[in-house]
C-alpha cells in the first residue's frame, strides 16, 4: 500500500521557467510534509517542509502548497535553475519522526 | 547544520560474508535513527527505527536476523548485513533525528555489492 505517490517519474522545463512538483496521500493521519532532494549515490538533502495547520510554506525560489482536502502537495521551483536537476522526493509523517517516501520525481532543467 | 556521516561509502562483499555499516551524527545528538534502502529508481524503505539503548523496531518483511542494528551511543549506530547474499545489493541509507518532529538529516549512503 502506497500511502505517498508521486505518479510523475520525470519532469523536464527550460532555465528559467517554473517546475512544480506534485505528491498524493491517502493516509489522513499525515500532518507533516516535506520535500527532499536527491543526487544519485548521495543521501537525500532536506528543502522544505509543511505542517497541516498551513495550506503555504515559501523558501526562496522554492514553496510548497498543501490542499488537505485533495490529499495532495506541491512544490514549486522558481525560477528553475540546472542545479536543480535531481530526484526529488516528497515525504510525510503522522506524529513522530518515522517518514513515508513516495517514488521520487526525477527533475531535469535544460539550460 | 546537522551532518551525518557513513561508512564505508562504498562496499563489495563476497556471498556468505557479513558487512557492518556505520552511521554518525557529527554534531548533535541522535535520539532515533532510521536505516532505509533503496533500489534504483524506486522510493526510499524504511527498514527500521533504532532509538539509543534500546533494541530497534523493523518494518514488516524485514529479517531482524539478517539487518542487526545496534544503536551503541547518542552519536553511532550500525548496521550488519549477515550472510549477504546478491539480493542483498541495495543502496543503503541512514538518517538521524534530534527532535522527534519528523525532520530527519540523512548520510551520505552506502553502495553494497555482494557478489
Known amino acids: 500500500d502506497q500511502q505517498v505517490k508521486q505518479n510523475s517519474p520525470s519532469l523536464s522545463v527550460q532555465e528559467g521557467r517554473i517546475s512544480i512538483l506534485n505528491c498524493d496521500y491517502t493516509n489522513s493521519m499525515f500532518d507533516y510534509f516535506l520535500w527532499y532532494k536527491k543526487y544519485p549515490a548521495e543521501g537525500p538533502t532536506f528543502l522544505i517542509s509543511i505542517s497541516s495547520i498551513k495550506d503555504k510554506n515559501e523558501d526562496g525560489r522554492f514553496t510548497v502548497f498543501l490542499n488537505k482536502s485533495a490529499k495532495h502537495l506541491s512544490l514549486h521551483i522558481v525560477p528553475s535553475q540546472p542545479g536543480d536537476s535531481a530526484v526529488y522526493f516528497c515525504?510525510?509523517?503522522?506524529?513522530?519522526?518515522?517518514?513515508?517516501f513516495g517514488e521520487g520525481t526525477q527533475l531535469t532543467v535544460n539550460p | 547544520g546537522a551532518v551525518v556521516s557513513q561508512h564505508p561509502s562504498w562496499v563489495i562483499c563476497k556471498s556468505g560474508t557479513s558487512v557492518k555499516i556505520e552511521c554518525r551524527s557529527l554534531d548533535f545528538q541522535a535520539t532515533t535513527m532510521f536505516w532505509y534502502r533503496q533500489f534504483p529508481k524506486q522510493s526510499l524503505m524504511l527498514m527500521a527505527t533504532s532509538n539509543e539503548g534500546s533494541k530497534a523496531t523493523y518494518e514488516q518483511g524485514v529479517e531482524k536476523d539478517k539487518f542487526l542494528i545496534n544503536h551503541a551511543s547518542l552519536t553511532l549506530s550500525t548496521l550488519t548485513v549477515t550472510s549477504a547474499h546478491p539480493e542483498d545489493s541495495s543502496f543503503y541509507i541512514c538518517s538521524a533525528s534530534d527532535a522527534g518532529v519528523g525532520e530527519q538529516y540523512f548520510g551520505p549512503g552506502t553502495r553494497l555489492t555482494v557478489t
Open positions: 515525504a510525510a509523517s503522522g506524529g513522530g519522526s518515522r517518514l513515508t
